[in-house]
């Protein structure tokens, strides 16, 4: 498998550039997770970044190459498949006149 240096923005892995292993089309995964080992000997904490463009041509708007960016909200439900026709996640109706929504 092929590998691409990666830098990494926000959170604790600011500034750094690690190798992160692509994919058969050449991209790098969507989702980078990093487990923190708890110093107490707890569950560790998951550091999550995603991907997003490095930056694009002035010409074409092509991609010129992937960054991963800090999720401090953590995962959002990402390790779940999403199907066109599922549910959305959310308990609220949205209906006129529901309290709830």
Known sequence: MKSQDTPFEGGPMDGRVLPVMVGPTG?????????????DGGPPTVLVYHRVPRGHSKRLGLIQGWKYQYEPAGDQGGSRVRWPWSKPDNTTSGKPGDPTG
Not at 27 to 39: A, E, F, L, S, W
Request: aromatic share 8%; charged share 25%.
């Open 27 to 39: 991209h790098p995964p969507k989702t980078y997770r990093i487990p923190v080992p708890d110093p």
